[in-house]
């Protein structure tokens, strides 16, 4: 990925410096950039905007997923880890429930959101989300997008469908 990476005008300029063409959208990540861009990169890392997207691991999660559970439109989601992995059991596009792999983490600070893999290569936005206020702010806790309505798998602003893509 790292080496198929082509730049802009830069991939006009000069092909043989950026290789390969790449075969399909992909994530790169930060340090596909680095090696070029060294001054942005670490002006980046000391900003917020370095946590605006990341593979979910312990360092990026910040939501409790200790089998935490959140009741929604008389649907009861589940967060739990399993082989070092992150998940939610929560209603997929049919209302039914299923495990859900988190694959990204969307934000860090005031909320937290979580993005989920789907055929074609979709990333949907969970609509419940984490509060990463400290907790005598009010925060800590799991909370929906969405507090005063009743989104379930038939409404268009269901997580599963285009509008939380
Ligand atoms: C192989 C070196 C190289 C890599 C790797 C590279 N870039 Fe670049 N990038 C350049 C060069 C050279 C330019 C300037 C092109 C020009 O001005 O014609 C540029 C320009 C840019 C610009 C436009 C800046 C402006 O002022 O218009 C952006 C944005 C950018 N790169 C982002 C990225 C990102 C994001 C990544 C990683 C995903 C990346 N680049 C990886 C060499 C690279």
Same mark, same amino acid.
């Given at each position: 990925m790292i080496s198929t990476f082509a730049?802009?005008?830069? /991939?006009? =300029?000069? @092909? =043989?410096t950026v290789g390969a063409i790449p075969t399909g959208p992909a994530f790169a990540g930060g340090e596909a950039c680095a090696r070029c861009h060294r001054t942005e990169t670490d002006l980046w890392s000391v900003s917020h905007h370095d946590l605006a997207m990341a593979e979910a691991t312990a360092a990026t999660v910040l939501g409790d997923f200790d089998d935490t559970t959140f009741t929604y439109a008389r649907t009861t989601s589940t967060f739990f880890e399993r082989d070092g992995g992150f998940f939610v059991r929560t209603d997929g596009p049919d209302g039914e429930l299923r495990d859900y792999p988190i694959a990204y983490t969307f934000g860090a600070e005031l909320l937290q959101q979580y993005l989920i893999e789907f055929p074609g290569g979709r990333l949907q936005a969970l609509s419940i989300c984490w509060d =990463? @206020?400290? #907790? #005598?702010?009010?925060? /800590? @806790? $799991?909370?929906? *997008?969405? !507090?005063?309505?009743?989104?379930?798998? =038939?409404? !268009? *602003?269901? $997580?599963?469908? !285009? /509008?939380?893509?």
């Amino acid at each position: 990925m790292i080496s198929t990476f082509a730049c802009g005008e830069f /991939q006009e =300029t000069d @092909r =043989t410096t950026v290789g390969a063409i790449p075969t399909g959208p992909a994530f790169a990540g930060g340090e596909a950039c680095a090696r070029c861009h060294r001054t942005e990169t670490d002006l980046w890392s000391v900003s917020h905007h370095d946590l605006a997207m990341a593979e979910a691991t312990a360092a990026t999660v910040l939501g409790d997923f200790d089998d935490t559970t959140f009741t929604y439109a008389r649907t009861t989601s589940t967060f739990f880890e399993r082989d070092g992995g992150f998940f939610v059991r929560t209603d997929g596009p049919d209302g039914e429930l299923r495990d859900y792999p988190i694959a990204y983490t969307f934000g860090a600070e005031l909320l937290q959101q979580y993005l989920i893999e789907f055929p074609g290569g979709r990333l949907q936005a969970l609509s419940i989300c984490w509060d =990463t @206020r400290p #907790a #005598a702010e009010g925060g /800590q @806790r $799991w909370f929906h *997008l969405y !507090p005063d309505e009743e989104i379930d798998h =038939t409404d !268009p *602003l269901h $997580w599963t469908g !285009p /509008q939380q893509n």
